[in-house]
């Protein structure tokens, strides 16, 4: 039908339509079917892989796990959702050849760059691994969901999951760590956040699980975890006099 197509890391690109029997073998492939409509299901199994580069959604789609699905991060890999809504559904995400090398690239280049979008993520595992400065999602004028997934960023100087402008946060039932020199799990300047029975542990020479600036929003519930070599005036939440914070 016009909404749902299939993944299948092993699949004949040259056949491929993104019909059950003949589906799509490339992350190109998939995004011509997202972006071609309002609305697309993508329905992977085996790995799909985002090749180095910055990859546009522009429509509303949903990921969902078939069999096994993994989405992975190439060196320098972004996908950047425009005016859209994107959910991902029981899905690994990770850094490609993970376990292997960290990523060399030393500027920030986020795995999510939304602009005016929302950003749904359930029950999934996330794994990040960079060289230098790792950030998993940047945001604009946007929403990120999180709910019953576990997540890891890790780099050499700076790593945080969630950078916002203008930004709703909610995250509920999650593990989220941290680790670098600088370690930050949430920068939120100017939006609402709401974080409720969740796991957070930073790791490095310093760092805060959250800061935010002009925020307002509830705090209840999580569990604050840190191992800094420099603690001091290390605090697990800061919050400027323009927020409001419960």
């Known amino acids: 039908d016009q909404y749902n197509y299939y993944y299948n890391s092993f699949a004949d690109p040259s056949i491929a339509d993104g019909t ?3 589906p799509y073998a490339s992350f190109e492939q998939c995004l011509q079917a997202v972006n071609k409509g309002r609305y ?6 085996g790995s799909l892989m985002v090749p180095t580069g910055s990859h546009y959604i522009l429509s509303n789609c949903l990921f969902v796990n078939e069999d096994n699905a993994s989405l992975e991060f190439e060196e320098g890999a972004s996908i950047i959702v425009k005016n859209s809504n994107l959910t991902l559904q029981d899905f690994t995400v990770c850094s490609a050849g993970e376990g292997k090398a960290l990523y060399k690239i030393d500027n920030l280049v986020p795995f999510f760059k939304l602009e005016d979008s929302v950003l749904d993520i359930k029950n999934c595992q996330i794994s990040a ?12 004028r946007s929403s990120i969901n999180t709910n019953g997934s576990i997540a890891s960023v890790a780099a050499a100087e700076y790593a945080s999951f969630i950078s916002g402008l203008r930004t709703n946060v909610n995250i ?3 593990s989220i760590n941290t680790s670098a020199a600088t370690s930050v799990v949430i920068s939120l ?24 600036f002009a925020v307002t929003g509830s705090l209840s519930k999580n569990n604050y975890k840190a191992s800094l070599k420099n603690s001091s005036n290390a605090a697990p939440v800061y919050s ?7």
């Open 20 to 22: 059950a029997l003949k």
């Open 40 to 45: 697309a299901c993508i329905r992977v199994k």
């Open 129 to 140: 691994l960079f060289n230098k400065n790792g950030l998993f999602t940047e945001a604009i």
């Open 172 to 174: 509920q039932n999650s």
């Open 189 to 212: 300047n100017q939006g609402d956040v709401y974080m409720n029975n969740n796991s957070f542990k930073i790791s490095g020479q310093k760092g805060r699980v959250a800061e935010f």
């Open 240 to 246: 400027d006099k323009d927020s409001s914070i419960k």
